[in-house]
């Protein structure tokens, strides 16, 4: 009789041989017998090992079982952002629904019977939760992930009523925000909010409304998207927080926090801005949530452009790309860059911009994003009048310009006309040292780039005049006082004083402006 005993093995490849020399049948038996012992014995290993039990399930050919335990695997590794492993225990799930299928020799769709709708509703779980992972690894705007919510919706619609469905819509929302097709954006936000109401659900609402706020925003309704987004942090902060990031794979209240902190800049609530700005950091980092933080560091480097403050802007882009970096974020990793790129044109490293902000448009580009484009050229086209470069300058502001027309976004289109008025000013000598009679003439020539081209007038009095219309007080104050400067050194002093000092007076009290010395100084020209 052989003694009871434990066996090692010294070398993998005897191990290997060993496990080879087994029949499949009999593999497929240890392998089942390891699952329900590990199940039943070992709950411990079960919860913190899911990947182990869908090992073993997959080679004991119990595909059921096994896609049940890569789902939870995939889940658990995407809640502890190990996004990598997230998608691979994912896809591992995904190839076993697709061999059932292929077994079977006919879709999902033709099958009969509750194993059917059982596999239908798994395909969904993993569907959905790797557009999560993908989303943080490779962009909202990758085919990959407009590939899965569209089939995730397809499920949808054969299951009848999922609770999958919002965050399917959501995703396929914010595909199409990524790829600047805003007005579609809008849509899947408005079915976003129906559902919530449906639902009469906070939680959703939230999502919702921050989604609505986004799509609104970018189509240039600035106080329309800030309610959105008020309301959005007003229910966020009246719910249970324990997941979430469990619905989007990101925090609505971090993303709120920082879209409010862009609007309300813009709208000409300084003070507020700063305090949004400020809460959705300090939030992000007492979640631990990597992507919500990517995501808060991102638009806080944003927000200090807004600002004009370069050191800021700089410091606030180094942590992202770090971050975006060790955690493979690439969208936050390229607005990282872009945001480095400009921080550093400012601090007089201007061809080293330059290309940093090229490089970041660029890479931006190949996570399939179109987003924000408007806003990441004007910061291109100001580099390169920083560097002189003119000509390059006014043909970046003719594709940003163009840009907008095309997609419909417009929450930069007021300061693209105002660069655009201030490049054909310099390119015209404006930037000279020169006597008030060769400015006005200098301006009244302006139009000698082509005979279809506007003045440098026409381009800042149209900055002002959008700007107005979106409410957008911080832009419409930057074109005026560029008018009001021009104006200055034509000798129409006071012409200036009256224009500048109408839209002064109507900035509201106690906020910041980063022009309010140049502001003081045109008023008290005489």
Known sequence: ELPKAVYSFKNVLIQDAAYDSLLKSTRAQYHRRIARVLEAEFPLVTSREPELLAYHYTKAGLSFCAIDYWQKAGEKAFLGSANAEAIAHLRSGLDLIQSQKAEQGRTISLLGGSSSIDLLKQELDLQTTLGKALIATKGYASLEVEQIYKRSREICQELGTTPQLFSVLWGLWGYHA?????????????????????????????????????????????????????????????????????????????????????????????????????????????????????????????????????????????????????????????????????????LEKTDLGINQLRRGIAAHAATGAKISWTYFLGLLATAHAKAGQLEAGLAVLTEALSTVERTGERFWEAELFRLRGELM??????????????????????????????????????????????????????????????????????????????????????????????????????
């Open 178 to 346: 990524a790829r600047c097709e805003h007005h579609i954006a809008l849509d899947f936000a408005s079915r976003l909010m129906g559902l919530a109401r449906r639902h009469n659900d906070p939680i959703l609402e939230m999502e919702a409304r921050f989604t609505l706020g986004f799509a609104l925003f970018y189509l240039g309704r600035l106080q329309a998207a800030h309610e959105h987004w008020k309301v959005s942090y007003e229910l966020y902060q009246k719910t249970n927080r324990t997941c979430q990031t469990c619905l989007t794979g990101q925090d609505v209240g971090v993303a709120s926090l920082s879209y409010m902190s862009l609007s309300a800049w813009l709208l000409g609530h300084t003070a507020d801005s700063l305090e949004y700005s400020e809460e959705a950091i300090h939030l992000a980092l007492e979640l631990s949530h990597p992507y919500s933080t990517g995501f808060a560091l991102s638009m806080k480097a944003m927000f200090h452009q807004l600002r004009q403050e370069p050191e800021a802007v700089k410091h606030q882009a180094e942590a992202a790309i770090a971050l975006a970096t060790e955690q493979r974020f690439e969208f936050w990793l390229a607005t990282g860059i872009i945001m480095q790129g400009w921080a550093l044109v400012e």
């Open 425 to 526: 000013y310099a390119k015209a000598g404006g930037g000279q040292n020169l006597n008030p009679e060769q400015v006005a003439m200098l301006v009244a020539q302006s139009q000698v780039s082509s005979p279809h081209s506007q003045s440098v007038e026409y381009y800042l009095n149209k900055a002002s005049e959008i700007a107005h219309a979106q409410g957008g007080k911080l832009l419409e104050l930057r074109a005026t006082v560029s008018l009001a400067r021009i104006w200055s050194k034509q000798g129409n002093s006071k012409l200036a004083q009256h224009l500048l000092a109408k839209v002064y007076s109507q900035w509201p009290q106690g906020s910041q402006t980063v022009n309010v010395e140049e502001i003081k100084l045109l008023l008290a020209v005489e």
